[in-house]
């Protein structure tokens, strides 16, 4: 599992996040981080912002 300290606006402090394990197949790729201390989920951009949302209807349009 990987950990990254950043900033964390719910804590409002530096605190750890750890990557859980993806289920949407992004596998390193995957940009979902975890406060370890609020259990907040925090997406961070380190790719562009139409995957993301393209990532999005796909899954969606799967669920309907
Ligand atoms: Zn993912
Ligand atoms: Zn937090």
Known sequence: ??????YCDHCAVVSVFEQPPCQD???ADCDEWICTRCGDAMLIASFP?????????TTVRRAA
């Not at 599992?1 to 950043?6: D, Q, S, T, Y």
């Open 1 to 6: 599992m990987r950990f990254l300290e950043l």
């Open 49 to 57: 912002p139409v995957r993301l949302e393209r990532h999005r209807m």
């Open 25 to 27: 197949s992004h596998d």
